[in-house]
């Protein structure tokens, strides 16, 4: 069945370091990516996605290209803040731009330290 | 505007108990999800209702079921609770279902420790 699996964090990094969290997914075809991002407390928030081959989703510094020939997902960001301390979830979907039922990855949780 | 609220936020059980969680949509979103997050796991999919019927539903007992009101709002039961029922239970609204269903917006969840 179709999957998502993500780096194993915990990961931790200083202020203003680069992040690169690995994402990579097994499916039959070409599903919707997304990146899920869960500040503790909270709920699930969307941080970007991409619909087809080689879209580049961005959103608040961070991005992520679909890579259909390595089935890849990997988010970066150039300079990581402290506020981006979070667990960091990809996922996929059918349907093009819409969702259907989320397929999540484990999660990677990122501590940033000042 | 008010996003996706659930009620309650924290609940304690036994097993072979039955718990009811609800979930009221984001304004203007008739479609709600479910899904169910173990600890240091993601989410999984348990089902979606739209226009008060289930449209889709991933792999879980019929232990687990749900119901959506006319207006939009929707609950999850979970009969004969067990030990591994213990999860953060998500609760996500759209707007549309299938090929036109846009973005899922969650809310905070319900966290249900069964003991």
């Known amino acids: 069945g179709d999957s998502v699996t993500q780096m194993e964090g915990p990961v931790t990094l200083s202020e203003e370091a680069f992040l690169t969290i690995n994402c990579t997914y097994t499916a039959t075809g070409y599903p919707s990516l997304f990146w899920y991002v869960q500040y503790p407390g909270e709920g699930l928030q969307l941080l970007l996605k991409?619909?087809?081959a080689d879209d580049k989703g961005s959103n608040k510094g961070f991005e992520a290209t679909y890579r259909k020939e390595t089935t890849s997902f990997h988010l970066e960001k150039g300079s990581v803040q402290v506020s981006d301390s979070a667990v960091y979830f990809c996922?996929?979907?059918w349907g093009g731009g819409s969702q259907g039922n989320l397929i999540f990855g484990k999660g990677t949780k990122l501590s940033v330290k000042p | 505007d008010a996003g996706v609220t659930q009620s309650p936020t924290h609940l304690i059980k036994t097993r072979g108990q039955q718990v009811t969680l609800r979930c009221s949509p984001k304004?203007?979103?008739?479609?709600v999800s479910w899904y169910q997050q173990a600890l240091g796991q993601g989410p999984q999919f348990i089902f979606q209702y739209y226009e008060e019927e289930e449209r889709q539903r991933g792999n879980f007992p019929d232990r687990f079921s749900g119901h959506q009101f006319p207006n939009y709002s929707s609950e999850l039961n979970v009969n004969a609770l067990l030990l591994g029922d213990s999860a953060l239970y998500l609760c996500?609204?759209?707007?549309?279902?299938?090929?036109?269903?846009?973005?899922?917006?969650f809310g905070p969840g319900t966290r249900l420790l069964v003991l």
């Open positions: 996500a609204s759209s707007l549309g279902s299938g090929p036109i269903q846009e973005t899922q917006y």
């Open positions: 304004s203007g979103h008739d479609t």
């Open positions: 996922a996929l979907s």
């Open positions: 991409a619909t087809k």
